[in-house]
């Protein structure tokens, strides 16, 4: 047993699988850059893990299949990561997909691929679609952003949110977040923002109305940033720290955003490499253990999250997925739910999901499947199924804890 399940065990918890509610898709470990702490070793030479169509196809079957089923009370979300998801040739077929399902979809961007050749009407088509944008952006200065990801990001990460704000992106608040935007952002980068007062919300063709719909109808769209410490250290107070960028972006750059997640770097594959260069994972991971703290248990993303890789294999996070642990058909040893117990401890893929038109048809699990569903029991078949854990999932519940949405406490 790993000291991460010895920890839990000792203040009497155990991870299972709930109703599955995010649906998370890498499409591939090609990116357009090449950060130090990539948890999945992403960058422009990566071109053979790409998930290719017939996989993505799967996908778009096996969501829809959970959505037409109503198949749990919070609404179904995609959520597309990568690399660079959107280098990916089935990304747009993947978000069309969803949304002619109404499934919400999120889109984790890294902002510089806006401008990568070829993706120059890339920003139009998630407005146009409602995708929301988790973008990441590690520090609102320069000189850190630059050292994580590379010279030059800073800049075209600006660039990139102005783009962005100009096609209402960021301009509404999500309840409960920090308070509203005092004014729209400048259009160029260190052009004065425009202050509004209350006095014209809710008309018709004012800002504020394109504020509420965004330049597409609808309702705003969601544009979020993802902040990660630059050192070997937790990150700090989430609500304190999205103040400071809303402040330091707004004045500096006239960039509005909706909210900010703080997430913890896992000390895993390229990062735990960088931290060992400069002797500091010992520490780093020590610091995550000491930090242990168990009320962040009930909030972990893998609960309801499943994770699909590029090559169609199922995963409890992506993590686990930057791990190399899927999630196995159980070999029938009584921990683990009756549906898993009937294959051979080989890595799930999206295709076992399936009922028909897959690699194993109609099967026994297939069938177990839709008697699940059919007996109106929410389910995959993965509920109620263990989770798999390492010592890596310190870095999940240290502090305040941290999920790719953020801290969970
Ligand atoms: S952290 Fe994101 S942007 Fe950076 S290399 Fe990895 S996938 Fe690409
Ligand atoms: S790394 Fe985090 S999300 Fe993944 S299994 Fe461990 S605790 Fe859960």
Redesign the pocket.
């Given at each position: 047993m790993n000291s991460?399940e010895q920890k839990i065990q000792s203040v009497g918890c155990q991870?299972t699988k709930g109703p599955i509610e995010v649906l998370q898709v890498n499409l591939g470990k090609l990116c357009n850059l090449a950060c130090v702490h990539c948890h999945v070793e992403a960058g422009p030479t990566k071109t053979r893990e790409n998930m290719n169509r017939e996989t993505a196809e799967a996908v778009v079957r096996f969501m829809g299949r959970l959505k037409v089923r109503a198949y749990c009370n919070t609404p179904l979300r995609l959520d597309l990561t990568g690399g660079a998801p959107e280098l990916n040739p089935s990304f747009r077929y993947l978000v069309v997909e969803a949304r002619k399902r109404d499934i919400h979809v999120i889109d984790r961007c890294n902002l510089t691929v806006l401008f990568v050749p070829g993706q120059e009407d890339l920003a139009e088509f998630l407005a146009s679609r409602k995708v929301e944008i988790i973008a990441s952006l590690p520090c609102y200065l320069k000189e850190n952003v630059d050292k994580q990801r590379g010279k030059g990001v800073f800049d075209e990460s600006i660039k990139a949110l102005q783009m962005l704000n100009g096609l209402g992106y960021g301009k509404k608040p999500v309840p409960g977040t920090a308070g509203p935007p005092a004014r729209l952002p400048a259009r160029q980068a260190g052009e004065a923002g425009t202050g509004f007062s209350n006095l014209s919300r809710n008309v018709p063709g004012t800002v504020d109305d394109f504020e509420q719909k965004g330049k597409h109808g609808g309702p705003p769209l969601q544009l979020n940033l993802v902040y990660n410490p630059v050192g070997p250290h937790l990150p700090p107070n989430q609500e304190d720290l999205e103040k400071d960028y809303k402040e330091r972006l707004r004045e500096d750059w006239g960039i509005e955003f909706n909210k900010l997640y703080a997430i913890t770097n896992?000390p895993i594959t390229r990062y735990a490499k960088y931290l060992k260069a400069f002797n500091q994972y010992e520490t780093y991971t020590q610091l995550l253990i000491n930090s242990f703290n168990p009320a962040t248990l009930d909030g972990?993303?893998?609960r309801n999250?499943l994770s699909v890789s590029w090559d169609g294999r199922l995963y409890?996070?992506d993590?686990?997925q930057a791990l190399g642990m899927p999630i196995r058909q159980a070999q029938g040893n009584g921990e683990r739910s009756r549906t898993m117990q009937m294959r051979n401890g080989k890595p799930m893929t999206i295709f076992d999901l399936l009922f028909t038109g897959t690699r194993y048809g109609r099967d026994r699990f297939c069938n177990l499947l839709f008697m699940n569903l059919s007996r109106n029991v929410p389910g995959t078949g993965l509920e109620g199924r263990r989770?798999?854990?390492?010592n890596?999932?310190f870095?999940?519940?240290a502090g305040a804890g941290s999920?790719c949405q953020g801290t969970l406490k």
């Open positions: 991460f991870l896992m972990l993303m893998c999250t409890d996070c993590f686990n989770i798999e854990t390492g890596h999932c870095g999940c519940t999920s």
